[in-house]
């Protein structure tokens, strides 16, 4: 069982930054692979960012409308995932959600078996 809590959203003009956190419970963190995701209101959640777990940890992966904006890190001693986010747009507004998975497809939100419950980022124009 894993429980996931993330903090770290709020509002933000366009072309600022936030630093979103999630903190992980248990002691198998470090197997997991975990993810970003996001939705806004009236869409699907989507992917946003993820990091392997396991043996080959640290492979990170970026949806196309983040890569070169958003970093995503670990640090498996503080069971912590962090997705830092620079030059903020309008639309990246929408609620962040991270999530713990054992699956090597860590694009697909069905994969996902663990889920925090949120954080909103608004970015203003």
């Known amino acids: 069982q894993v429980q996931l809590v993330e903090s770290g959203g709020g509002l933000v003009q366009t072309g600022g930054s936030l630093r979103l956190s999630c903190a992980a419970s248990?002691?198998?963190?470090?197997?997991?692979?975990m993810g970003w995701f996001r939705q806004a209101p009236g869409k699907e959640r989507e992917f946003v960012a993820a990091i392997s777990g396991g043996w080959s940890g640290g492979s990170t992966y970026y949806a196309d409308s983040v890569k070169g904006r958003f970093t995503i890190s670990r640090d498996n001693a503080k069971n912590t995932v962090y997705l830092q986010m620079n030059s903020l747009k309008p639309e990246d507004t929408a609620v962040y959600y991270c999530?713990?998975?054992?699956?090597?497809?860590?694009?697909?939100?069905?994969?996902?078996?663990?889920w925090g419950q949120g954080t909103q980022v608004t970015v203003s124009s």
């Open positions: 999530a713990a998975t054992r699956s090597i497809m860590v694009r697909t939100t069905s994969n996902y078996g663990y």
């Open positions: 248990g002691r198998t963190f470090s197997s997991y692979s």
